[in-house]
C-alpha cells in the first residue's frame, strides 16, 4: 500500500505529459512555440546550478516551424588587473637593495555564434537535432610591468616591458544533441559540438632597460619586435547540458 501511494505521483506526472502531448492538430514541438517561439537557454551545471548555454553574455533561440529553429549566442570577456609591488632585499641582516614595481594587464574578447537547428523527430517527446552555423571572435590582450631597484651602493637598474596581441577568428560551429520536451514551457537537452576555425594573430613587444651608478650612467637601452602567425584549428567541445524556457 505504501509503494502505491509513493508511485501514484509518478504516475499522475507522466499521465499528465500524455495528456499535455496528446497526438492532435499540433506536433509535440508545435505545442512548446505555440505563442512562445522564442526560447532562453541556459547551461547546467556539475552541482545543477544555472549559467548560460551558448556564449557567456546571453543564448537566445527562434523556432521558425516545427523542426527548424535558429539559435545566437554571445560570448564577452572583460578583465582589466593592476598591482604594485614594494619591498627590500636583505644580505646577513643588513639592508641591500629597495625594490618597487607594478603590473597591468587588460584582456577583451568577443565571441558570436549563430546555428541553423534541426529536429529529426518533431512528434516525438525527445528528439534529435543537429546544427551548424558561423562563428567569429576577436581578441584583444595587453600587459605591460615596470620595475626598479636601488642598491645601498648607489647602483640602480630600470626595467620594463609590454606587449600587445590581438586574434581574429572565422569558422564554423557544428552541434548534435538530444532534446527532451518537458511542459508547454520548458526542455532540456545535451549536446557535442566541434569547431573549425582560421585564425590570425598579431604581436607586438617592446623592452627597456637602464642601469646608473655614483659615476656611471648607462643610455637607454630598447627593443622592439613583431610577430604574427595564422592557421587553422579543430576543436571538439565537451558535453553541454542545457535547459530551455519558451517565452
Not at 500500500?1 to 508545435?30: H, R
Not at 627597456?208 to 579543430?234: A, R, T, V
Request: glycine share 8%; hydrophobic share 30%; proline share 2%.
Amino acid at each position: 500500500m505504501k509503494t502505491t501511494y509513493l508511485l501514484l505521483p509518478v504516475i499522475l506526472f507522466f499521465l499528465n505529459l500524455n495528456t499535455l502531448f496528446s497526438q492532435d492538430s499540433l506536433t509535440v514541438i508545435g505545442k512548446f512555440i505555440q505563442g512562445h517561439p522564442w526560447t532562453m537557454d541556459f547551461g547546467v551545471k556539475s552541482n545543477l546550478t544555472l549559467s548560460t548555454f551558448q556564449g557567456t553574455a546571453i543564448s537566445l533561440g527562434k523556432f521558425i516551424s516545427n523542426y527548424q529553429k535558429y539559435r545566437m549566442g554571445i560570448s564577452t570577456n572583460l578583465r582589466v588587473n593592476s598591482g604594485d609591488q614594494d619591498g627590500n632585499s636583505t644580505n646577513a641582516d643588513t639592508l641591500y637593495s629597495l625594490n618597487s614595481g607594478d603590473v597591468e594587464d587588460e584582456n577583451y574578447s568577443i565571441q558570436l555564434t549563430f546555428q541553423y537547428i534541426t529536429y529529426t523527430a518533431p512528434n516525438g517527446l525527445t528528439s534529435i537535432y543537429f546544427g551548424i552555423g558561423p562563428t567569429i571572435g576577436i581578441s584583444w590582450f595587453k600587459q605591460s610591468s615596470n620595475s626598479s631597484s636601488t642598491y645601498v651602493s648607489s647602483y640602480q637598474s630600470l626595467d620594463g616591458r609590454s606587449s600587445t596581441s590581438k586574434e581574429y577568428s572565422i569558422g564554423f560551429l557544428g552541434s548534435c544533441g538530444v532534446e527532451w520536451f518537458l511542459s508547454e514551457h520548458i526542455s532540456i537537452h545535451a549536446e557535442y559540438g566541434l569547431a573549425l576555425k582560421y585564425y590570425t594573430n598579431k604581436g607586438e613587444t617592446e623592452s627597456y632597460n637602464k642601469h646608473s651608478s655614483s659615476n656611471y650612467i648607462q643610455p637607454l637601452s630598447e627593443s622592439h619586435s613583431n610577430d604574427s602567425s595564422s592557421g587553422w584549428s579543430l576543436s571538439g567541445q565537451n558535453v553541454l547540458f542545457g535547459l530551455s524556457v519558451n517565452y
